[in-house]
């Protein structure tokens, strides 16, 4: 049965968020994010009385004991409903992946520069108390026991990290929304049944993938069941409200409930609701974040397009229920340990929305849903969804332009992505072309087809500016004298040029191989331990194998870890080339002695390493080509490699945030660089050193081969808001990156804000509460970041036309 028509009377003007979503937004920004300890009791609940069952088993009876027994809310206003937690913004604990870090930061939780989270000492009690269950149990204890020494040892001085999953869920896809919203949880279930009937389970292979099809059962009813919670709650609320334009809201929220995520959605609303669920969920199952709506555009809008046909819906009424959404995105939050603060500031979750595009066929998808996912961000600015969009030649020029429109806002969104070049990198990797052409953006910049794959993006943190600086010494860590490497020479031995960049080489070679072999500890470590039911239930060919996601599932399976420092390798090389190696102006002994003493008492060779050699992002191929080279030498050696599931690895060159801490454990480069400064953002220039104009450094990027780095590249720019305005200012916004894509750059996003205005935020934070800004791969409030982070911000170069 249908819901109702929807009876709520909008009110909305262009570029002005409607009163309800606005209440909504207010209401969010006044809470102060805490610590929930209701999961994690559950779940230890649950696993105490499934002793001895199959983990896949577990981990289904683990989801329906959340499902039915968390604490359910309603706000006031709310049309799309579904918690997180008890209170918005706040953090579940998942103590199957790791807790030790959580109980030895409880005391500084409310207290550290970045994503502050209040606990209280009950909070902390009733976690202390589980947390003795889980000793022992995690996917984190699990990986740790399976890596090696040195592997660990170099994780420990920062030449990668692999934090992430090593401590947490691993997230990072986009499901089959489309399929849930056709079929709904009891169509998922149907074809369970039809695979259940052609099982032999004499078979012991049969016998396990019957395992996994009990537990996709158990984990669809317990969703299905976890919407009717809201159905009763809400037709319970109905009884008692007064106000009769509340009430059939609430009646109307009641009919969604029952409805959907069960049975195929008919409605824009159904629609809506139902994949609130699926996004909600997700995020219950397991902590992993960048759990990306991915083309919402597309398998949203033949519901859009049937309700407004019909007269069922209007414009008006679409965008509230869109606005809606928008500030219900920003109510998941996830907590981090005080280090990954540093590199995940501003309570980001990566719920990366892509719009635009192409068909599978290859013809534009631009739809008014579209446009009106872009007015959305535009009226709610908020960071989450994490809006991008997909540009090809075929994208019309009005969609690019409202796309730049929005950019000029100054919240760091849409992150545009270049078809031609993404399309052919995935082909590449044996993705068929239909699916290429049917891309989605996951987390920051991670292009995979979705519903079918399990990408393992932002596997790891790879510092290349590390390797180098090993490179230089013989492999041994200057920061803290320890043998870290291979033996490769130091600068003052090597005489040519060509010495240092086979040392850089063997040394990315040396690292690479033990980065997979760190990721693939944590990737058979959720594959023994945190198998995911439900949301494997929602990824092609997991229910046709009988296999998670965590075991190989999935239709294609990548593992995809980041390169860091791309421009300071690149500086810092065709510095050795030019004035060292070259026109021998520094020689190596004297700059071997600058760089041990991080320049102190050679600020004259400092200027001139600085000064007179040219720098990646100002046109000049010496350096662009240096940096493409130092980036291929590791993409290249990373794709050598396959993982536990079946698939390959691919390479990306971003850093989230990362960059700010990998820099920390890197002591002075021969470019200038000075011990502990922020590397390179993604694949933007140094900041301050781009000093010719956007364009020119637009095209230093372009260079570099972003095809290989098939797990995505990331490119920052940074313009003062006067520079994007009126006609003009947009139209040659939309000029640079038509340019830009033409000459073959994968990604491109902008902060729009004065220098001035970011100080002044960090003087007076309580007056710049809501300012969102690009950080990485992700917008977020500016004052919610580590003051380490907002100086990277401050410090990028700010560009005109």
Not at 606 to 611: D, K
């Amino acid at each position: 049965m249908a819901s109702p028509a929807i009876k709520f009377e909008p009110q909305t003007t262009p570029s002005a968020i409607s009163s309800r979503a606005g209440l909504l937004k207010d209401r969010l920004l006044s809470i102060t994010p805490e610590i929930c300890y209701e999961r994690a009791e559950l779940i230890t609940e649950s696993y105490k009385e499934t002793e001895g069952m199959p983990v896949i088993l577990r981990r289904a009876k683990a989801l329906e004991k959340i499902l039915a027994k968390m604490v359910i809310r309603i706000q006031p206003d709310e049309l799309i409903v579904g918690n997180h937690t008890p209170k918005p913004r706040s953090s579940p604990i998942f103590p199957e992946f790791s807790f030790a870090w959580i109980e030895a930061e409880f005391d500084r939780l409310a207290q550290r520069a970045g994503d502050v989270f209040l606990i209280s000492d009950e909070c902390k009690e009733k976690l202390s108390a589980v947390f003795k269950y889980w000793q022992g149990k995690t996917t984190q204890e699990y990986a740790s026991n399976l890596m090696p020494a040195d592997a660990k040892a170099a994780q420990a001085n920062g030449v990668f990290t692999v934090g992430n999953y090593f401590f947490l869920g691993v997230g990072h896809i986009c499901v089959d929304y489309g399929m849930v919203l056709q079929k709904g949880y009891l169509g998922i279930k149907a074809d369970v049944l039809k695979e259940k009937l052609t099982l032999d389970l004499t078979n012991p292979a049969d016998l396990k993938k019957s395992q996994f099809l009990q537990a996709v059962e158990i984990a669809c009813d317990a969703a299905i069941s976890f919407a009717a919670r809201f159905a009763a709650e809400a037709e319970k609320q109905a009884q008692a409200e007064t106000n009769d334009q509340r009430k059939q809201e609430l009646l109307a929220i009641a009919a969604n409930c029952r409805k959907v995520p069960a049975n195929p959605a008919q409605t824009f609303y159904e629609s809506l609701q139902s994949f609130w669920f699926v996004q909600l969920i997700i995020q219950l199952e397991s902590n992993g974040h960048s759990i990306s709506p991915g083309r919402f555009d597309i398998y949203m809008y033949p519901y859009y397009k049937k309700d407004i046909m019909s007269g069922k819906l209007t414009p008006e009424q679409a965008m509230e229920l869109i606005e809606c959404l928008w500030v219900k995105f920003n109510e998941i939050n996830k907590v981090r340990d005080e280090a990954s603060t540093k590199a995940f500031g501003g309570y980001p979750m990566f719920q990366n929305l892509i719009v635009g595009g192409q068909t599978a066929d290859g013809r534009d998808s631009t739809n008014e849903l579209s446009y009106l996912c872009l007015e959305a961000t535009e009226n709610v600015r908020l960071p989450q969804p994490s809006l991008s969009i997909r540009f090809h030649q075929g994208t019309p020029q009005k969609f690019l332009i409202k796309s730049s429109a929005v950019a000029a806002l100054g919240l760091g969104m849409p992150a545009m992505y270049n078809d031609h070049v993404i399309i052919p990198s995935l082909a590449a990797r044996g993705v068929s072309l239909e699916d290429a052409r049917d891309y989605c953006v996951i987390g920051c910049v991670e292009p995979q087809k979705g519903g079918k794959t399990e990408g393992w993006h932002d596997a790891a943190f790879f510092s290349l500016a590390k390797c180098l600086e090993l490179a230089l010494n013989d492999g041994i860590d200057p920061v803290t004298g320890v043998q870290l490497g291979l033996k490769t020479g130091t600068l003052a031995t090597m005489a040519t040029f060509d010495k240092v960049m086979d040392a850089y080489r063997n040394q990315i070679e040396y690292f690479v191989k033990l980065l997979v072999i760190s990721n693939n500890c944590c990737d058979i470590a959720h594959g023994s331990i945190c198998p995911l039911p439900l949301l494997s239930s929602m990824v092609q060919d997991c229910v046709a194998k009988g296999k998670s996601l965590q075991e190989g599932g999935a239709h294609y399976n990548f593992t995809g870890p980041q390169g860091v420092g791309v421009a300071n390798v690149g500086d810092a090389l065709v510095a050795l080339k030019k004035l060292v190696y070259g026109e021998k102006i520094v020689s190596r002994a004297t700059l071997a002695d600058a760089l041990n003493k991080n320049w102190a008492g050679y600020e004259t060779e400092r200027q001139i390493m600085l000064n007179q050699a040219p720098k990646f992002g100002n046109d000049d191929d010496a350096a662009d080509e240096l940096a493409r080279l130092a980036a291929r030498i590791y993409c290249e050696e990373v794709e050598k490699y396959t993982n536990p599931r079946g698939g390959q690895f691919q390479a990306g060159l971003y850093p989230v945030s990362a960059n700010v801490p990998l820099g920390a454990v890197v002591g002075a480069l021969p470019d200038g660089r000075l011990a502990g400064t922020p590397l390179a953002d993604g694949v933007s220039p140094v900041s301050g050193r781009d000093i010719k104009g956007p364009t020119a450094a637009a095209k230093s990027v372009a260079k570099l081969d972003h095809e290989i780095a098939s797990n995505g590249t990331l490119f920052n720019q940074k313009f003062l808001p006067n520079a994007l305005k009126g006609e003009t200012g947009l139209g040659n916004l939309a000029a640079l990156i038509r340019s830009y894509f033409s000459l073959g750059g994968l990604h491109v996003q902008f902060n729009v804000i004065s220098k001035e205005t970011l100080e002044d935020a960090q003087r007076n934070p309580e007056q710049y509460r809501s300012l969102v800004v690009r950080v990485a791969g992700y917008s977020a409030f500016f004052t919610s970041l580590d003051r380490s982070l907002q100086e990277d911000i401050i410090a990028r170069t700010e560009h005109d036309f």
